[in-house]
């Protein structure tokens, strides 16, 4: 069993969540809700894994608030 993290936005114009696998090409979906978002992740990334374990261009590290005055 592989884990990755998705990073996940909603919206604006469709409503519909957004989501990707940072630093993995290819990685991204969306879907109504976040159990369909999280489905359609799992079946993207199954797919992406049929052709070998994949070089990752960066790793998530976190999220920072960012204060502008």
């Known amino acids: 069993m592989r884990k990755y993290t998705a990073v996940v936005e909603r919206c604006p114009d469709t409503g519909l969540y957004v989501g990707y696998v940072p630093g993995f ?41 960012v204060t502008v005055i």
């Open 25 to 65: 090409p290819g990685a991204h979906s969306q879907g109504e809700t976040l159990g369909e978002l999280n489905e359609n992740l799992r079946e993207v990334v199954s797919m992406l894994l049929e052709d070998g374990e994949p070089q990752l261009e960066g790793e998530f590290v976190g999220t920072q608030t």
